[in-house]
C-alpha cells in the first residue's frame, strides 16, 4: 500500500469522510554548496520524490489536531495560545506561532501526517515538515501561497522558535522546487536559477544508516566560526569575501578560524562552477567539485563522519561513478553520487557490499528522481 493510500485510509477510520485538502512537501539532496547557506553564499541542492504528505480538514475552532502515522504521537494546539513542546510536534507549534506573528488569519484543522523521509539522515526531512504544514495552514484558510516567503518563515521559525540556528536552503528547495531540475540559490538575494541535471547520470543517495545526536549544538559551533571569520575580514558574512581576496590576505586568522573560511569560501566558487558545468551537461567536471567539496567538508570543515568518509571512497572507487560527497549537516546520515545511468544497479549493489563488509552497517541506497516542490495535492471545493 503507498503512503497515500495508507493516509486515505486512516484519515477515513479516524473520521468517517475524505479528506477535505491533502498537501505534501519534498525533502531534498544538496548536490553542493554545503554550510554556505547561513554564509549568505550558494547551494545547488534539488528536492527528492520523498515527501512529508498531509490530510486535513478544516475545524470551527482555533485548535489543530495532528497525528503522525510514524510517530504515534499527537499534536493538539490552540493557535491563541502557543507554548513550546519537544520532538516533531515543537515544529508545528513553531510554524503556528510564525504565523500568528506575522498576522496570518489561518483558521483550525486537523488531520494526519504521514513521510517517507528518513530522520537525521541529512535530507531534509524537518524543513519539509515545515513546509508542508505551511502548506496545510494557507490552503484550509484559503490563503495564497508564495514559496520564498514561506521558506522565509520556516527558517524563522526554525531560528527562533526551535534554536537551530539553519540557513534557507531546504526550505527554499522544498518550497520551489522544479521537476527534473537542481537549483542554483543564492541565498542572499533569494535568486534562484534552475539548471538540468546531467542526462546520461542518476543522482543516488548513499544513506550510512548512522545518525549523530547533539548535531545542533555542533552546527551552531560552525555557525558561530564563520561568524568569527567574517568579522576578522570586517564582513558580516564570508560571502563578501572571495577566494582571491582570502587567498593573498594577510590577515593572521587562528587555525579553526581559517579552516573553516577556506572551506566556505572555496565552496562558494566550486558550487557557481558546478552549476556552470551542469549548464554545460558536463558530469565529470560536476563530479570532480563534488569529490572536493568533500575533502574540504571532512578536512576543513570538520562535519564528516568515519562512516560518511568510507562511503564516499568506495563509492569514487566504483567504475562510472563521477563524483560523491556528504551532503546535509553531516556528523552521520548521507552521501550523494553522480553515476553513469546504465551502471545504475552494478553501483547499487556493489556498494550494498563494501560497505556492509567494510562497517557490518546495512546501508540503505537509492537513486533519486529531481521532484516538484510543495503542493496542494487534492482540495475539495
Ligand atoms: C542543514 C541546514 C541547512 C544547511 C545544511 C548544510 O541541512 O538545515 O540550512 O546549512 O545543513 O549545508
Redesign the pocket.
Known sequence: MSILEKLLQEFRDQFDEAPETIVRAPGRV?LI??????NDGF?LPMAIDRYIWIALRPRDDQRVLLRSLEFESLVDLSLNNIQHTEGWQEYVHGIAWVLKENKFDVRGWEGILSGNIPVGA?L?SS?ALEISLLKAFLAISDLDWDGSLMAKFARKADNEWVG?K?????QMISANARKDYAMLLDCRSLSTEFVPLPKEINVIVLDTATRRGLIDSK?NDRVNECNTAAECFGYETLRDVSLETFEESKIKLEETTFKRARHVISENQRTLDAAKAMVNNDPLIVGDLMNSSHESLKKDYEVSSKELNIMVRIAKDQKGCHGARMT??GFGGCAVALVQKEITEEFQKNIYKEYHDTTGIKPNIYACKAGAGAEVYYHSS
Open positions: 544538496n554548496g554545503e554550510h554556505t547557506d547561513y547551494v541529512g531534509s524543513a537551530v539553519s540557513g534557507i536552503m531546504d552546527y546535509g549537516a
